[in-house]
């Protein structure tokens, strides 16, 4: 079918006047094109206006746009009063509530209002695009199109093919969300599409360390933050979306995916969400709050005196040996370099997947003075050390002492494969990955999808690639034997390539 996404004439519709709608009725108006918006909430609309009106008179404030500019594209949306208005658009948006039989009741009305060449759009977060346009007697012009909220902040704009959108819809939706100055990336149909998916790796791995008993929440989030390099840490992030909102995505993606292990849900999340203690909304979440809304989180504990006794460094492996090396080499640390350690010396292991504990028993090394320490990301800002569950606390002391004598701060953690960052980062690359074998979106817009959509420092790919396919791989099968869970088998679009030593980013002809 021929479509002109490109008209100057071209009319969006959009139903749902609420956080998502308005930015959505903004990023369309400023992008040329006239927007009808309607919401079953009377005044909704008039509101939306209003509040679009303020953001472009802000942007003119900033400089970002003109006056006139600002003028023209406040014109260009009008209010009406229902979907039955709607019957000169050329697209039209749903942004109501994520509510199966909502949509799809609203969309089984719009069928019998707009043309038949019109474009019918959603644009849920968590429910099946094949799902709601199931009922339609013209599903083939159905499709998602998923924008991230603050939208006009937030440049990704997710296209979704259900199983039975024609291409021209998805190719005419892709210049649409250009008009509207976002990056379009385009998917086939699958629970959480990309950035809700690679999403559970960070926030669901992050829950499984806490319940755990591995570290606190605070923990997490500054090893993930200094170590890790992301903007924000996973409780942080679950803070400010609210768990009303991140724990029912992660119980339908789990359910959509026949309970498929990655995706598994926490306890941890559940019992809060349950109890309405949400996060920032609340005043009461992972964290307690003070007055001014600021997180109450109790100061790291001093670093015990640097330590000035002998040290060994395992060589069971080489990369991790050579970087601790270095960096104690640098700090006068009073290394021992024979096969095995002294009598008395503190022993270092640097796992990479595997847990103090493994490392002690399979080298046949005294575990009560081996420490693990994390070399697998930079130690420049922060340094994680673990030890195992007998190791004399003279020793841990020693460890933690030593590690922060050059003013770096350190986490000490319990004993856990794969550490706090390891095991959240290849849990990341690994739903990566699947998405990618499902033939679900090519690599390198996953990675685009991952780093506008979530902020995260890369991809999935990327970071597999900065890290090392092979190490990821090795966290993961590490993972996989100690604790026994399919969650952490690896994928095989990952165990291909890390055997054959190629990027993640290796697409198949």
């Given at each position: 079918?021929?479509?002109?996404?490109?008209r100057?004439?071209?009319?969006?519709?959009?139903?749902g006047?609420?956080?998502?709608?308005?930015?959505?009725?903004?990023v369309?108006?400023a992008?040329?094109?006239?927007?009808?918006?309607?919401?079953?909430?009377p005044?909704?609309?008039?509101?939306?206006?209003?509040?679009?009106g303020?953001m472009?008179t802000?942007a003119?404030?900033?400089?970002?746009?003109?006056?006139?500019?600002?003028?023209?594209?406040i014109?260009?949306?009008q209010?009406?009063?229902?979907?039955?208005?709607?019957?000169?658009?050329?697209?039209?948006?749903?942004?109501i509530?994520?509510?199966?039989?909502?949509?799809?009741?609203?969309?089984?009305?719009?069928?019998?209002?707009?043309?038949?060449?019109?474009?019918?759009?959603?644009?849920?977060?968590?429910?099946?695009?094949t799902?709601?346009?199931?009922?339609?007697?013209?599903?083939q012009?159905?499709a998602g199109?998923?924008?991230?909220?603050?939208?006009p902040?937030?440049?990704?704009?997710?296209?979704?093919?259900?199983?039975?959108?024609?291409?021209?819809?998805?190719?005419?939706?892709?210049v649409?969300?250009?008009?509207?100055?976002?990056?379009?990336?385009?998917?086939?149909?699958?629970?959480?599409?990309?950035?809700?998916?690679v999403?559970?790796?960070?926030?669901l791995?992050a829950?499984?360390?806490?319940?755990?008993?591995?570290a606190?929440?605070?923990?997490?989030?500054?090893v993930?933050?200094?170590?890790?390099?992301f903007?924000?840490?996973?409780f942080?992030?679950?803070?400010?979306?609210?768990?009303d909102?991140?724990?029912?995505?992660?119980?339908l993606?789990?359910?959509?995916?026949?309970q498929?292990?990655?995706?598994?849900?926490?306890?941890i999340?559940?019992?809060?969400?349950?109890?309405?203690v949400l996060?920032?909304?609340?005043?009461?979440?992972f964290?307690?709050?003070?007055?001014q809304?600021?997180?109450i989180i109790?100061?790291?504990p001093?670093?015990?005196a640097?330590y000035?006794?002998?040290?060994?460094?395992s060589?069971?492996e080489p990369q991790?040996h050579k970087?601790?090396?270095?960096?104690?080499?640098?700090?006068?640390?009073?290394?021992?370099?024979?096969?095995?350690?002294?009598?008395?010396a503190?022993?270092?292991?640097?796992?990479?997947?595997?847990?103090?504990?493994?490392?002690?028993?399979?080298q046949?090394?005294?575990?009560?003075?081996?420490?693990?320490?994390?070399?697998?990301?930079?130690?420049?800002?922060?340094?994680t050390?673990?030890?195992t569950?007998v190791?004399?606390h003279?020793?841990?002391?020693?460890?933690?002492?030593?590690?922060?004598?050059?003013?770096?701060p350190?986490?000490?953690?319990?004993?856990?494969?794969?550490?706090?960052?390891?095991?959240?980062?290849?849990?990341?690359v690994?739903i990566?990955?699947?998405?990618?074998?499902s033939?679900t979106?090519?690599?390198?817009?996953?990675?685009?999808?991952?780093?506008?959509?979530l902020?995260?420092?890369h991809?999935?790919?990327?970071?597999?690639?900065v890290?090392?396919?092979?190490?990821?791989?090795r966290?993961?099968t590490?993972?996989?034997?100690i604790?026994?869970?399919p969650?952490?088998?690896?994928?095989?679009?990952?165990?291909?390539?890390?055997?054959?030593?190629v990027?993640?980013?290796?697409?198949?002809?």
């Amino acid at each position: 079918m021929s479509f002109d996404a490109n008209r100057p004439d071209l009319t969006i519709g959009v139903i749902g006047a609420g956080a998502m709608g308005r930015g959505i009725v903004q990023v369309a108006a400023a992008g040329g094109m006239k927007v009808l918006v309607a919401d079953s909430r009377p005044g909704a609309a008039l509101e939306a206006r209003e509040f679009v009106g303020k953001m472009l008179t802000r942007a003119v404030e900033k400089g970002s746009i003109t006056q006139d500019e600002a003028t023209a594209a406040i014109n260009r949306v009008q209010i009406v009063n229902s979907p039955a208005e709607m019957k000169s658009c050329h697209v039209v948006i749903e942004a109501i509530v994520e509510n199966l039989e909502a949509k799809r009741q609203l969309f089984g009305e719009l069928e019998n209002i707009v043309a038949p060449d019109c474009i019918l759009a959603t644009n849920t977060s968590s429910l099946s695009v094949t799902t709601i346009a199931a009922g339609l007697k013209t599903p083939q012009r159905f499709a998602g199109f998923h924008f991230f909220n603050p939208v006009p902040l937030m440049k990704l704009v997710e296209v979704i093919d259900g199983l039975l959108t024609e291409n021209w819809v998805s190719e005419a939706l892709m210049v649409i969300g250009r008009r509207m100055t976002r990056e379009p990336v385009r998917l086939t149909d699958a629970p959480g599409f990309l950035v809700n998916q690679v999403g559970r790796g960070f926030t669901l791995e992050a829950a499984h360390l806490a319940y755990e008993g591995i570290a606190s929440f605070a923990d997490v989030d500054r090893v993930m933050r200094d170590v890790g390099g992301f903007r924000m840490g996973p409780f942080e992030l679950m803070e400010l979306t609210g768990l009303d909102v991140t724990q029912p995505a992660s119980e339908l993606i789990y359910n959509q995916f026949f309970q498929e292990p990655r995706y598994r849900p926490n306890l941890i999340m559940r019992s809060r969400y349950e109890a309405g203690v949400l996060g920032r909304k609340t005043r009461k979440g992972f964290y307690d709050y003070d007055a001014q809304m600021k997180p109450i989180i109790a100061p790291e504990p001093d670093a015990p005196a640097a330590y000035a006794g002998h040290v060994w460094v395992s060589p069971a492996e080489p990369q991790g040996h050579k970087v601790l090396t270095e960096l104690l080499t640098k700090m006068g640390a009073r290394l021992e370099t024979g096969p095995k350690p002294g009598a008395n010396a503190l022993i270092l292991v640097t796992p990479v997947g595997e847990d103090a504990t493994t490392c002690a028993v399979e080298q046949e090394l005294d575990p009560k003075r081996t420490v693990a320490v994390d070399t697998l990301f930079p130690m420049a800002k922060r340094r994680t050390i673990m030890a195992t569950p007998v190791t004399d606390h003279v020793y841990r002391n020693a460890a933690h002492g030593l590690f922060a004598s050059d003013g770096v701060p350190v986490t000490i953690c319990r004993d856990s494969p794969g550490f706090i960052a390891q095991r959240i980062v290849a849990m990341i690359v690994n739903i990566g990955c699947s998405i990618a074998q499902s033939r679900t979106a090519q690599p390198a817009d996953i990675d685009k999808a991952v780093t506008l959509g979530l902020n995260y420092p890369h991809g999935p790919f990327k970071f597999g690639d900065v890290i090392g396919p092979e190490r990821i791989h090795r966290v993961l099968t590490n993972m996989y034997r100690i604790y026994g869970d399919p969650r952490y088998r690896p994928n095989i679009w990952l165990t291909r390539r890390a055997r054959l030593g190629v990027s993640l980013l290796t697409s198949e002809s």
